[in-house]
């Protein structure tokens, strides 16, 4: 079974609609992280979480939110998706120990379209 | 703030070709740098990384120099597959920033046989 898993992976909702993506991982690490992907610009960090009660903003945070409801799951909110949030999400984790703390692993990706 | 760019694609190289794709960065402080690997349809994979100057990082024939003299960290492989086919993602992570990457735009290799 993949160490990080993110569910849906595709999902296609109009504009205006509220959206959540899962994310679980069992890689037992504290750090998640949520990054878009969108052709020629590469990933961009939305929000990170490095426990359960630490939650921040990336570069683009805004336009969405994000639960980490155990150190196992971090969901990404669109309160009201538009058609420019249409994308590639990424979830990714770290360790916050050990040598490979610099070291992400990442999700399979959802992608989402906005009509 | 911290930067990455990447040589602009896509390539297309023919297998066994030498692979070039040139990275350079802009960071304050010390950072790591990592090549990333995605396939199509799949998430990201650490190819491979290196985290002071004048390591090598390798993995899969693939390496990379960390050179601070030029802010660079091309990635090479002397001899390509059809399976290298992929986007590769160059990567900075600021040790003192809270272990974020910040990614390159992406380079999209294609391996014809």
């Known amino acids: 079974d993949a160490d990080v898993t993110q569910t849906p992976r595709n999902r296609i909702t109009k504009t205006g609609k509220r959206i959540m993506l899962e994310c679980s991982q069992t890689k037992g690490h504290d750090r998640m992280y949520w990054y878009r992907q969108d052709p020629g610009l590469g990933l961009r960090l939305i929000y990170y979480s490095f426990d359960v009660k630490d939650i921040n903003k990336g570069e683009i945070s805004d336009g969405y939110s994000v639960s980490r409801q155990a150190q196992a799951k971090f969901s990404l909110s669109l309160e009201s998706a538009i058609p420019n949030q249409t994308a590639l999400y990424f979830c990714?984790?770290?360790?916050?120990?050990?040598?490979?703390?610099?070291?992400?692993?990442f999700g399979p990706g959802t992608r989402l379209t906005v009509l | 703030g911290d930067s990455v760019t990447q040589m602009e694609g896509p390539v297309t190289l023919s297998e066994e070709a030498f692979l070039t794709i040139n990275c350079t960065y802009t960071a304050t402080g010390y950072p790591s740098l990592f090549w990333y690997v995605q396939y199509p349809g799949e998430g990201l994979q650490l190819l491979l990384k290196?985290?002071?100057?004048?390591d090598k990082g390798s993995n899969k024939g693939f390496e990379a120099t960390y050179r601070k003299e030029t802010t660079s960290f091309h990635l090479e492989k002397g001899s390509v597959q059809v399976s290298d086919s992929a986007v590769y993602f160059c990567?900075?992570?600021?040790?003192?920033?809270?272990?974020?990457?910040?990614f390159g735009q992406g380079t999209r290799l294609t391996i014809n046989p």
């Open positions: 990567a900075l992570s600021d040790p003192q920033g809270a272990q974020k990457l910040v």
């Open positions: 990714a984790t770290s360790d916050l120990k050990g040598d490979e703390t610099d070291t992400q692993y």
């Open positions: 290196a985290t002071k100057a004048d």
